[in-house]
Structures are given as C-alpha cells and as structure tokens.
C-alpha cells in the first residue's frame, strides 16, 4: 500500500467519524404530540419544529411542549343551598 493511499485512507475514515459526530449532535427528535421552538444564541424564537427528525445549528437550542390535547376527569361536591352536600354533583 503506498503513503498516498494510506493517507486517502486514513483521511476518508476520519471524514465519516466527523460526519456521524455531527449527525448525532446537529439532528434533533421531536416526538409524535410535541412540538419544539429552536432559540437562537442572540435572542428568540427562530422556527418551530414540528414532530420528525430535524438539523439544527451548533449554538441553537430547542424546548418541546405538548400539543396533545389532555382529558381530565375529576369528581366534583358542591354544598346545596339547605346545607346538604351533594357529591358527583357534574364532572369536568
């Protein structure tokens, strides 16, 4: 194998492990039922992201927040006007 050869080769190896390190660092994942707002370094949103796999720059940072819409079922008892309390009275 020549010394040129060897270098391509050496050269060609490192360019892969570089672009896999940026892959993982500049890919972000936003789940099904989020979304994410990217801030820059200088202040403010810049984009949102909607739910995939997405690039993003080296300084940026991101925040997901829920857009699913959440069920909650509570059992609420309100006094009458004698007194009596009257319990499961509605639910929300």
């Known amino acids: 194998m020549s010394n040129k050869a060897f270098v391509g080769l050496v050269s060609l190896v490192f360019g892969v492990v570089l672009l896999i390190i940026g892959l993982f660092t500049f890919t972000e994942r936003v789940p099904e039922g989020q979304v994410s707002v990217v801030y820059s370094p200088s202040g403010g949103a810049t984009e949102v992201l909607n ?12 925040q997901e927040y829920p857009t699913r819409i959440a069920i909650v079922k509570t059992d609420v008892s309100v006094t009458t006007t004698d007194g009596k309390k ?4 509605c639910s929300i």
């Open 51 to 62: 739910p995939g796999w997405h690039l993003i720059g080296l300084f940026e940072k991101t």
């Open 86 to 89: 009257n319990y499961n009275a």
